[in-house]
């Protein structure tokens, strides 16, 4: 059952994965564009390459002949992925999730035109002026964003016509990879949004975890808490999307599935094929798998029975103010003295502002309000600062 894992992208995500199949015996390789990231601290072994270099990418799967390729970012030459699986690796969750996924456009025209889900208005654009027509179609407002890009990187919203040159400005410096185009999409009017975390199995039947709330600024998540709160006719609606689009999608694996709740019903919003950020609030002990060894033991075709709820819980993410070669940390000790409380400092070896270097945790029974726990969250968060 030992697995060799190459881990494609090294970011705090990618080491609680490794540390959750450390954890069962497994080996894993961490790549990255940089030395030292976080997921290479904790790995058997680590290359530097840019992944979106194809022959960098050939080179180091020759090299390691690995059993298993797990993506964790976007920025991947993902087309080389179906002749890896050709050679009997197997991608996780699949060649053709990774390259759909990792490519918005390919996404959304799964999702809207092939399945038929309900998602905002949208269009596609590859210069400003072809976005000033998209907006045109769409309307104002509407949200710009790469169709390569992550953490919210180059996502706007256009609130009038004077933003659109700036928009597209910034989504092209946001993108990752060399796809320069972004996606237009109407706003939505809605009162939540949720990440739905999907475990496909390879035997077994489709599992879902309790939906996970989340607040984003500059497109990136700050909180999310575990259980939010979801009718149960917008939680059927939407794990029925999240299987139709897992299933066609194919492999095993768990899946961010993200949804706009309005008044109207459940709207598809994105897709992440492994491990969610917003989901880092199952480290709280809200399941009774968290979502990095959900994610490694659908991957390893191990069996899972089921997914249960064991607590309610929040997390807030700490966030870097000042650029620094060597950042250090004040208030831990504050945070460790307090109850039912925890953190994860991600050991990123540089910052930046609003880069996100460590995560706080907060759970209690379930009955607890989670607007308590999100706020103790919140503040626990404040408590620790990035020194440069």
């Known amino acids: 059952m030992k697995k060799k894992i190459l881990l494609l992208g090294s970011g705090e995500l990618g080491k609680e994965f490794v540390i959750a199949a450390q954890r069962i015996g497994q080996t894993v390789i961490?790549?990255?564009s940089y030395e030292n990231a976080p997921a290479m601290q904790v790995a058997h072994g680590f290359e530097v390459i840019n992944m979106l270099d194809g022959a960098a990418l050939d080179a180091i799967v020759a090299k390691h002949q690995p059993d298993l390729i797990v993506p964790e970012i976007e920025a991947i030459r993902t087309e080389r992925f179906y002749d890896y699986e050709a050679q009997g690796i197997t991608v996780v969750p699949s060649a053709k999730a990774a390259n759909f996924t990792m490519n918005r456009k390919a996404i959304r025209d799964l999702a809207a035109k092939d399945l038929g889900l309900r998602t905002a208005h949208y269009r596609y654009a590859t210069s400003a002026a072809e976005l000033e027509q998209a907006v045109a179609e769409v309307g104002i407002?509407?949200?710009?964003?790469?169709?390569?890009s992550s953490s919210g990187?180059?996502?706007?919203?256009?609130?009038?016509?004077?933003?659109?040159?700036k928009a597209w400005a910034y989504a092209v410096e946001?993108?990752?990879?060399?796809?320069?185009?972004?996606?237009?999409?109407?706003?939505?009017?809605?009162?939540?949004?949720?990440?739905?975390?999907?475990?496909?199995?390879?035997?077994?039947?489709?599992?879902?975890?309790?939906?996970?709330?989340?607040r984003q600024e500059r497109g990136d998540y700050q909180e999310s808490w575990q259980p939010a709160r979801v009718s149960d006719r917008d939680l059927?609606?939407?794990?029925?999307m999240a299987r139709k689009v897992t299933e066609a999608l194919g492999g095993a694996g768990l899946f961010g599935v993200e949804f706009f709740l309005t008044d109207e019903g459940v709207y598809f919003s994105e897709l992440s094929p492994r491990p969610h950020d917003t989901g880092m609030v199952t480290l709280a002990g809200t399941?009774?798998?968290?979502?990095?060894?959900?994610?490694?033991?659908?991957?390893?075709?191990?069996?899972?029975?089921?997914?249960?709820?064991?607590?309610?819980?929040?997390?807030?993410?700490?966030?870097?103010?000042?650029?620094?070669?060597?950042?250090?940390?004040?208030?831990i000790a504050t945070v460790a003295g307090l109850p039912k409380t925890d953190f994860r400092i991600f050991g990123k070896p540089t910052s930046r502002p609003y880069r996100r270097m460590g995560v706080v945790l907060?759970?209690?029974?379930?009955?607890?309000?989670?607007?308590?726990?999100?706020?103790?969250?919140?503040?626990?968060?404040?408590?620790?600062?990035?020194?440069?």
């Open 287 to 331: 399941q009774n798998f968290n979502e990095f060894e959900l994610h490694l033991r659908a991957v390893l075709g191990l069996p899972i029975f089921e997914i249960t709820q064991e607590r309610a819980g929040a997390s807030a993410v700490v966030l870097a103010t000042a650029n620094s070669e060597n950042p250090t940390y004040s208030g």
């Open 236 to 240: 059927a609606e939407a794990q029925d």
């Open 30 to 32: 961490a790549v990255d």
């Open 174 to 214: 946001g993108s990752r990879g060399d796809v320069v185009e972004v996606i237009v999409e109407a706003f939505v009017n809605f009162h939540s949004e949720i990440t739905l975390l999907t475990v496909t199995q390879h035997n077994n039947p489709t599992l879902f975890c309790a939906p996970i709330g989340h």
């Open 362 to 388: 907060t759970h209690d029974v379930l009955a607890t309000p989670i607007e308590q726990l999100v706020e103790r969250a919140q503040e626990t968060a404040q408590m620790i600062t990035v020194n440069p």
């Open 153 to 165: 990187k180059g996502q706007s919203t256009i609130k009038s016509s004077e933003d659109i040159t």
């Open 141 to 148: 407002p509407s949200v710009v964003k790469p169709l390569m």
